[in-house]
């Protein structure tokens, strides 16, 4: 029996992963839930899963004390106290399924309590791949991706030999504006960008799609995942969403990993691995499709990517500095302050106002994360 942790447990992955706990309940049980802001769902989850801790925002917290005060659970601060859950000792696998940079800490914490780490979050690795990375060798903790491009690329490399990689061809399914054109952007409205043709996400991550922002941060998070230069990650629109990423070996052979789009099947491997177990989920239909297309993502239309494979390339703190400026500029257009496409123009001018540092310590990644956020609002006025 495996205890799970699982951080961000009302949004669309955590909701997910109960449900494969829920599907493998001889193998997996629910230690610990959080959640920041939907504390009703989380009282919910809390009594059908049973977990030891739960953490919500401060401000909800008298009330869940008292809704589930018949049941034995130990309620903590969500903004203070996911580091020390992600290290409880009888924690064995961390699900981080919440999104945005607040993830750093307990992700950091996980790895460095030799935890295995199953991250949906990106925006982690995007800011501190390095020390993570670096952190989980030192302390023997195993990193399996959730994201389901990046649990394709780290199954298609299972049992290989890295001298015979040669590429890696990470998948785009396009966003909502594949077949929009450049011109009409200026027009779309939140509504717009949020209908995804082919993921049900949350919807930070669905505005990132339709940028292609999200591509670029997956480049950066592959880069680190599985110690690649950028140079050698390609990316390649498949707007069916069926190849969830491949790999190119030394002799020209491409190997793909293909599923239905549903993220019960890389969180389940991530749970399971190195096993595999019946998912329940329906079988890929090849032939249902009958044609499956791939494209090259169009930078032009698309700035997002080129602007973040360039970070990738530059590294340092850049990353960082993105991330956080992307985070805001998504933000105030999903409150309509601002058009989508200022979002790209905003980033790029925060992350070309950088001065770059070479260091990746916590302390240059948490000042770059500020300063970005700072000049980023500033900006936008
Ligand atoms: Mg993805």
Same mark, same amino acid.
């Given at each position: 029996m495996k205890n799970v942790l699982i951080l961000?447990?009302?949004g669309s992955i955590g909701i997910n992963a109960l449900k494969v706990i829920e599907h493998l309940s001889d193998s997996f049980r629910v230690i610990g839930l959080t959640a920041y802001n939907n504390y009703r769902l989380l009282e919910s989850q809390t009594r059908k899963f049973r977990p030891k801790y739960i953490a919500t925002h401060e401000k909800n917290l008298g009330y869940l004390k008292k809704a589930l005060s018949g049941i034995k659970v130990k309620t903590m601060d969500v903004e203070r106290d996911l580091g020390l859950m992600a290290s409880?000792?009888?924690?064995d696998i961390v699900v981080i399924a919440m999104p945005g940079s607040a993830a750093l800490i307990p992700f950091l914490s996980a790895v460095r309590s030799g935890k295995i780490v199953a991250p949906a979050n990106k925006e982690a690795i995007v800011i501190a791949g390095g020390l993570i990375m670096s952190e989980a060798g030192r302390n023997g903790a195993k990193i399996i991706p959730v994201d389901s491009e990046q649990s394709a690329i780290f199954q298609c490399l299972?049992?290989?030999?890295?001298?015979?990689?040669?590429k890696v061809h990470l998948t785009a399914?396009?966003?909502?504006? @594949?077949?929009?054109s450049r011109k009409s952007f200026?027009? @779309?409205t939140v509504k717009d960008i949020l209908a995804h043709p082919r993921w049900k996400m949350g919807k930070k991550i669905t505005v990132d799609s339709a940028s292609l922002m999200n591509k670029g941060f997956e480049v950066i998070e592959a880069k680190w995942l599985f110690d690649?230069?950028?140079?050698?990650i390609n990316v390649v629109i498949h707007p069916?969403?069926?190849?969830?990423s491949m790999i190119e070996l030394t002799d020209g052979s491409i190997i793909a990993q293909m599923a239905v789009t549903d993220m019960r099947l890389p969180i389940q491997y991530a749970l399971t691995y190195p096993k595999r177990l019946p998912t329940g989920l329906r079988p890929l239909d090849l032939a249902q499709w009958g044609k499956l297309s791939f494209l090259r993502p169009d930078f032009n239309k698309f700035p997002a990517l080129s602007l973040a494979i360039d970070v990738a390339k530059k590294g340092g703190a850049l990353p960082c500095v993105l991330n956080a400026a992307n985070e805001v500029a998504v933000e105030a257009f999903l409150n309509g302050?601002?058009?989508?496409?200022k979002i790209v123009e905003v980033v790029e001018k925060i992350v070309l106002r950088h001065k770059p540092c070479k260091s990746v310590k916590l302390n240059d990644i948490n000042l770059a994360d500020q300063w970005a956020r700072e000049e980023t609002k500033k900006l936008i006025g």
């Open positions: 961000g447990s009302t409880l000792p009888e924690v299972e049992g290989r030999n890295k001298t015979d990689l040669r399914s396009g966003g909502a504006l @594949l077949n929009t200026d027009k @779309l690649l230069s950028v140079e050698d069916e969403a069926i190849v969830h302050e601002i058009k989508f496409t």
